[in-house]
């Protein structure tokens, strides 16, 4: 019975809705918020750090010191007050390490620092440098009563997840108050903001008895979410497609850019493991992002531009032979065609590994369950390799009946031209995005 529990937890998951992460703002965000307040004659801050689940698994990798932490906020968190810089003095601290998707922890801390008296009307300025190079959330509110957007890092608002508050600096006017001292949380006050539920992909990992029929149901949910995902934005479809319609590619081709998306992705989840677990302190995971998307998309550029050059190079020879000029002779391989164009394009559909990947990753190594991870990742990967390959067949088949007709008009002749444009279009337009959020 119970074995038949588990099976089904595993179809349900199969057949839950997806969902990207589990922080509402995704897994590798650092989030901050500071109060600045006063209390009788004394000025207070209230620091409050969120990390999500990736952030979180490397800080527990060195040992979680609250009071290091609270020394190092301090030294970022810059108050001036009357045009004189202001010490402040950590006195009481509060840590949690909330449950996050596929068994890992996010971690909530909160800081109360103390700093000088507060006698008349004064001046305050404050700036936050903590993890400035970070994604995630930045907010600073002054004063005991004022609103806070997200209450405290504790309930994000949906209608900002997609552009998260950027406030790092603020200025007041401060005079002493009758309010109380601040405290920090503890309970329920202390548990993670709301949460986007766990993702079908990501509970996989979390499977208590890995029965056989339950290894291999798994195995099927995460070709399915693999193949899900790659019908989300990216990925390269439209580059595959016109890529494929450009140099008059074969269903061979279309499933060998399935085997190299499968083994591009699997290997960009592992370096990025490797990354999150070995060298954090030097790169910060995340923005490797923006530096693969650039890559990707100059190499596209690349190839589409071979692809024109040889679309070009078709045009004067038909337009040569219809004036009598052709002459016989062997054509060079295309440029941009063969195994290299292949590769090219795979490489920009599978480089950029998915988050939800790297924390099953992560979460199996936490559970010791790295040879399960392990299936589990190439499965995902073989069900995105499998949706590109099947768009690509279906744009090689479409081409080919195309072909067929009877008729031989502008559009036919110009549809590899189109193409070719597309793949540099798309190019540029990956390219574009990415430039400006690479650091």
Not at 204 to 219: D, K, N, P, T, W
Request: hydrophobic fraction near 50%; proline fraction near 5%; charged fraction near 15%.
């Amino acid at each position: 019975m119970k074995k038949l529990l588990v099976i089904v937890a595993a179809v349900a998951a199969l057949l839950a809705p997806a969902v990207a992460s589990a922080h509402p703002l995704g897994n590798f965000t650092i989030n901050r918020f500071a109060r600045v307040e006063v209390a009788g004659h004394r000025l207070y801050v209230r620091y409050v750090l969120d990390l999500a689940e990736i952030p979180t698994y490397q800080a527990r990798q060195d040992g979680v010191d609250p009071a290091v932490y609270a020394r190092r906020v301090a030294r970022g968190l810059h108050v001036t007050l009357a045009g004189g810089a202001v010490t402040l003095t950590p006195v009481a601290h509060a840590l949690a390490f909330p449950r996050g998707v596929a068994g890992l922890h996010t971690m909530r801390l909160e800081v109360i620092f103390r700093g000088p008296a507060v006698t008349h009307d004064e001046q305050l300025a404050v700036h936050d440098t903590n993890y400035a190079g970070r994604l995630g959330w930045k907010e600073i509110v002054v004063g005991a009563a004022t609103h806070s957007a997200s209450d405290e890092l504790r309930a994000y608002p949906k209608s900002l997840l997609q552009s998260p508050l950027d406030v790092t600096r603020a200025r007041a006017s401060l005079t002493p108050s009758d309010g109380p001292v601040p405290h920090v949380s503890s309970g329920a006050s202390l548990e993670a903001p709301d949460r986007v539920a766990d993702s079908g992909f990501t509970k996989l990992i979390g499977e208590r008895h890995l029965s056989l029929l339950v290894i291999l149901v798994s195995l099927a949910a995460a070709l399915f979410w693999g193949a899900a995902h790659a019908l989300s934005p990216g990925h390269g479809k439209t580059i595959v497609t016109a890529y494929l319609v450009g140099r008059r590619g074969t269903p061979r081709d279309a499933a060998v850019l399935g085997l190299i998306v499968t083994v591009t992705h699997t290997i960009g989840v592992f370096a990025l493991g490797l990354v999150t677990l070995a060298l954090s302190q030097w790169i910060v995971p995340e923005t490797l992002y923006p530096w693969l998307n650039a890559a990707a998309g100059i190499s596209v550029i690349a190839i589409g531009a071979a692809v024109v050059r040889a679309r070009l190079r078709d045009w004067l020879h038909e337009r040569r032979h219809r004036h009598g000029h052709a002459h016989d002779h062997d054509h060079a391989p295309e440029p941009g065609s063969g195994f290299r164009g292949l590769l090219a394009v795979g490489i920009s559909g599978g480089a950029l590994p998915c988050p939800s990947a790297l924390v099953v990753l992560l979460a199996a190594i936490s559970l010791h369950r790295v040879a399960f991870g392990l299936v589990l990742i190439v499965a995902f990967s073989l069900g995105l390799a499998l949706t590109i390959t099947g768009i690509g067949l279906v744009a090689v088949l479409a081409r080919s009946a195309f072909a067929r007709k009877s008729f031989d008009g502008l559009a036919l002749r110009l549809l590899p031209a189109l193409s070719a444009v597309v793949i540099v279009v798309a190019g540029v337009a990956m390219t574009v995005h990415a430039l400006p959020k690479v650091r």
